[in-house]
């Protein structure tokens, strides 16, 4: 068990590009969630799925937002036409329905848009 | 609406002394209450939780007090060290539905050597 893996730690691009981050989770967690991190805040939650379905969508994910599970294994937030107000660490989790309830943390991926 | 609220922001502790932090919720539906620990750079891990069939839950030197008809719970870390200084999250989570977690803003806490 690696834990939940984040890929890029940090992208660093240009407003109006698109990013796109993977994240991998626990091998046997069948729910997935994305969070957002500004500094000196709190994670927010943007999204999360069970198994491949999408089940939420926080209203803080605009239409430039878009997250897949296309396999119910690995994910992937995209995020197009990238604003300033887009920078923030955007964090990963895993958890098994039907367990503890304890999400566990990938350790982020930083975005910083100039 | 900010459904879970935390105090203080910051926090200075001297080493040894007792580190308290505060959280209020808004929505009764919650039934997991965690603690989640951060570190800079890292993401937040899991530190102790707690289910509101309890009033109080300890583990080492981490003590959760829940009050139910408050709508309250705090965070005590006994003889807290400098390796303690990190952002606290207090979250809630309604489990029988999915285990989405909201968050609190966090508190900055700096113990002194």
């Known amino acids: 068990d690696t834990g939940v893996s984040q890929d890029p730690r940090h992208k660093i691009t240009k407003r109006g590009q698109n990013v796109t981050f993977r994240c991998d989770p626990i091998s046997e967690h069948n729910r997935l969630y994305w969070y957002r991190q500004t500094l000196g805040q709190g994670p927010e939650f943007l999204t999360y799925?069970?198994?491949?379905?999408?089940?939420?969508k926080s209203r803080l994910l605009s239409d430039r937002f878009s997250a897949e599970r296309p396999k119910g294994s690995f994910s992937t937030l995209e995020i197009q036409r990238t604003e300033q107000g887009d920078s923030a660490m955007y964090l990963c989790?895993?958890?098994?329905?039907?367990?503890?309830?304890?999400?566990?943390f990938g350790e982020g991926s930083r975005l910083t848009v100039l | 609406q900010q459904q879970v609220k935390q105090s203080p922001q910051s926090l200075i502790v001297q080493k040894g002394g007792i580190s308290i932090i505060n959280c209020a919720y808004e929505?009764?539906?919650?039934?997991?209450f965690p603690w989640y620990q951060q570190f800079p750079g890292k993401g937040p891990a899991l530190l102790i939780a707690i289910r509101p069939d309890v009033s109080e839950k300890k583990e080492g030197r981490f003590t959760i007090s829940f009050n139910k008809s408050a709508k309250q719970f705090s965070l005590h870390i006994m003889d807290s060290q400098p390796g303690d200084s990190a952002t606290y999250f207090c979250a809630a989570s309604k489990t029988n539905r999915d285990d989405k977690i909201i968050f609190g803003k966090g508190t900055r806490l700096h113990i002194l050597p």
């Open positions: 929505n009764t539906a919650f039934d997991y």
């Open positions: 989790a895993s958890s098994l329905a039907g367990g503890t309830g304890e999400l566990f």
């Open positions: 799925f069970q198994n491949e379905a999408q089940l939420e």
